[in-house]
């Protein structure tokens, strides 16, 4: 195989690891974040139900867990919202994260994308079938890099509201 479809290769493994690093929200425990992120006040157990759809039980362990970690915690209403501190570090820390990972992905696939068309001219029957299945898998890729874009720019979206103020803050979409 040509040694630049086994760059491209390398590369793909090492910008799936990329993706998965962020991964360590598995399950729906984004959703869960994400209705106390944006919500108006501190929200029941039922009320993030309400708003996530997820089962009662489901639901008490991931807000165990959340609660657990630092990262939400519980009044004497039994209404959840985030930690302050912990809570809020921690949005930050995913966020940066994941903007990082998205930077990675891009240069990753930028990357790949070059080696192939460098070696194009060199590349043989096998090469050329290798190249073509690495190009659907590129494109995959480039699915998961726009779908990573989009994460940033919610998490953009979600840290927004802590500049209180009546201007509308502009949030740069890329």
Do not use: W
Not at 87 to 95: N, S
Not at 102 to 114: G, I
Not at 147 to 156: E, H, I, N, S
């Amino acid at each position: 195989m040509h040694r630049n479809l086994i760059k491209v290769q390398e590369s793909m493994i090492q910008c799936v690891a990329d993706v998965l690093e962020i991964a360590e929200l598995r399950n729906m425990k984004p959703l869960v974040i994400a209705a106390l992120k944006i919500s108006e006040k501190p929200l029941t157990a039922e009320e993030i139900g309400a708003r996530t759809k997820l089962d009662e039980a489901e639901l008490k362990e991931i807000l165990d867990d959340l609660e657990e970690k630092g990262i939400i915690s519980k009044d004497g209403n039994q209404c959840f919202d985030f930690a302050d501190r912990a809570g809020h570090r921690f949005m930050e820390t995913l966020h940066s994260k994941a903007r990082a990972v998205m930077q990675r992905v891009r240069a990753h696939l930028d990357e790949s994308r070059k080696l192939m068309a460098e070696g194009k001219g060199e590349f043989d029957g096998y090469d050329s079938l290798m190249a073509r299945f690495l190009g659907e898998k590129l494109h995959r890729a480039e699915t998961v890099a726009q779908m990573l874009k989009r994460k940033v720019f919610f998490f953009d979206f979600l840290e927004s509201h802590r500049e209180e103020g009546d201007s509308v803050k502009r949030i740069p979409v890329e």
